[in-house]
């Protein structure tokens, strides 16, 4: 069973940018498709970027061209590099695999002036 632990996150002004990080253990980033989601308040849990095994990646129609994700095999770590952030991307944000595993803490990103 995977665990997965989200960092990065803080308050950041419209337009600016955020790296978040996940720690992964006891799964591969390298040998599982990664995704990052995120929930904001009273909304449902969303997909926002995945990754697959051979390295193509898929986003949601609202970060295409502000979000990209990415992993260290190394490290066995995941990252989202948020650019042009927006109010309506204020949500905590988690890693997973997919199929999803268990779910780590997030961490919470607010976009606001």
């Known amino acids: 069973q995977g665990q997965f632990v989200e960092s990065g996150g803080g308050l950041v002004q419209p337009g600016g940018s955020l790296r978040l990080s996940c720690a992964v253990y006891?799964?591969?980033?390298?040998?599982?498709?990664m995704t990052w989601y995120r929930q904001a308040p009273g909304k449902q849990r969303e997909l926002v970027a995945s990754?697959?095994?051979?390295?193509?990646?898929n986003y949601v129609d609202s970060v295409k061209g502000r979000f990209t994700i990415s992993r260290d095999n190394a490290k066995n770590t995941m990252y989202l590099q948020m650019n042009a952030l927006k109010p309506e991307d204020t949500a905590v944000y988690y890693c997973?695999?997919?199929?999803?595993?268990?779910w780590g803490q997030g961490t919470q990103v607010t976009v606001s002036s």
């Open positions: 990754k697959s095994i051979g390295g193509s990646t």
């Open positions: 006891g799964v591969s980033v390298r040998n599982n498709i």
């Open positions: 997973n695999t997919q199929p999803t595993d268990s």
